[in-house]
């Protein structure tokens, strides 16, 4: 140890990747290095470290707090079609947020910075809400939001976090009960890396010979019914234009889709299961179309669990103002559509052999070997036909799949 004086703070595979411990560390001597997989993990500097314990304290890998299963589940979307286009799902982590900023509270959510990095950012404002909607599929960096969070909650101020479950999970782990502090935590398949990301955009200029300047996951661009779709708003020879596409277009997206470039930890997640972080958990409702035939995932339409009393609070400021339409159910009509809240995402061998081959290979090679698909002309094909018959094609698969 004395030629190497950085120590980790637990095995490599089950850090998550929240970055709470840096921020906690009194004596800043904890950084983060990239792995050979693109993931950044923790590092102690043991030579500076101080032995206070309270990054061990901190981590949620090492203290995991739940919240009682819900009794029922809520079907919601923005009554405004606006909100509801704005977001992912049915739109409602804007309207909550809404009621946040309009108490004078803040809220902390993922957004790109300008060079496509995925930062946790604070908005206090309606226009700077708007980069923290929708989803993004790829680890976000934490670093100095839950210092932050700490100083203004000690101050007073009303605060509302929106991540990952284990984020969330970091986050009450660092300030404690706290009744301003607000959670939403995400039904999570698993976090891939900036990194992975970062060259995805890369391929993907060079493919269209364009400048990507801001990219939109679960895009709702017209005629894309699909939850998959995405958008690219780039600059070409000094114009702008959007290349809009689906996940198997897009090497990154298709690499998640296949859940072959997530972080090692979230195959064994912890907090996949039915019992939740987060004051109120949001999600797609798939499956309601078995229960409510009526309605449409694909046309915007949240899952929301409400776990605590701040949890219904939350909602009650939405509901009573009449801004969201929603529906219950009981917890056990649902949860079975929703695989994450029972178990984490099984890893696949193709995993291995993907991070194996992107040592060496370049990356032109590595979406021919990984990440197209080897029925992309039953994807063309399919998606190149009129929503109508997508769906008749989807309730004859549903009814064949139920019977054999």
Known sequence: MANNPNISILPHNDCCGCRA???VCPVSCISFNKDNEGFLYPCVNNDTCIHCGKCTKTCPELKQDFNNVPDNVMAAFALSNTARQAGSSGGLFGLIAESVINKGGKVWGAAFDDNLQLRHIC???IVGLEPLLRSKYLQSDTSGCFKQI???LKNGTLTLFCGTPCQCNALRNYVGENRNLYLIDLICHGVPSQDLFDKSIAWFEKKNKCKVNRFIFRSKYKGALHPQAFTCQCSVNGKQKNVNGLHYQFPFYFGFQKYITLRPSCYTCKWA???RSGDITLGDFWGIDKLEPSLDPKQGLSEVLVNTQKGHELMRDIIDVEKVWTKEFT???VAGENGCLHGPTKMKP???ELFRDL????FDD???AHFVSKRQWIFDLYYGMPGFLRKIIRKVMDKRMKYE
């Open 21 to 23: 411990c840096g921020d």
């Open 123 to 125: 908005a206090t404002t």
């Open 150 to 152: 700490a100083k203004d």
């Open 273 to 275: 299961r039915s019992e």
């Open 331 to 333: 917890f056990n009509q």
């Open 350 to 352: 193709e995993r291995a």
């Open 359 to 362: 040592q060496t290979m370049s």
């Open 366 to 368: 590595i979406v021919k």
